[in-house]
């Protein structure tokens, strides 16, 4: 079994900051790596971030000049620092662990980020 366990969101107003944390564990998962993902209500899941290393990362658009991925693979730990925050933020978000071994990808529960206007 994976597990992947998240936490860190909350609810700020407009302009402030959240970093969320998640973790995860499993007697044999090899990692490729992990992400973060939002799902906003009426709107599909989207990928908000993803990291292979610290040489590695990539971000959506929306996101790329507030947010920070930051991640250790071999700990199975990934950060999103998340400043400047809008309501366009407001979503569940959810942490990804994309494995070589097991082969799959795994999912946490989901921290809600709500930011005020």
């Known amino acids: 079994q994976v597990h992947v366990v998240e936490s860190g969101g909350g609810l700020v107003h407009t302009g402030g900051s959240l970093k969320l944390s998640c973790a995860a564990s499993?007697?044999?998962?090899?990692?490729?790596?992990m992400g973060w993902y939002r799902q906003a209500p009426g709107k599909e899941r989207e990928l908000v971030a993803r990291?292979?290393?610290?040489?590695?990362?990539m971000y959506t658009e929306a996101v790329r000049d507030r947010f920070t991925i930051s991640g250790d693979n071999s700990r199975n730990t990934v950060y999103l620092q998340m400043n400047d925050l809008k309501p366009e933020d407001t979503a569940i978000y959810y942490c990804?662990?994309?494995?070589?071994?097991?082969?799959?990808?795994?999912w946490g529960q989901g921290t809600q980020v709500t930011v005020s206007s």
């Open positions: 990804n662990l994309r494995a070589i071994s097991p082969r799959g990808d795994y």
């Open positions: 499993g007697s044999s998962v090899k990692t490729l790596s």
């Open positions: 990291h292979l290393d610290s040489d590695h990362t």
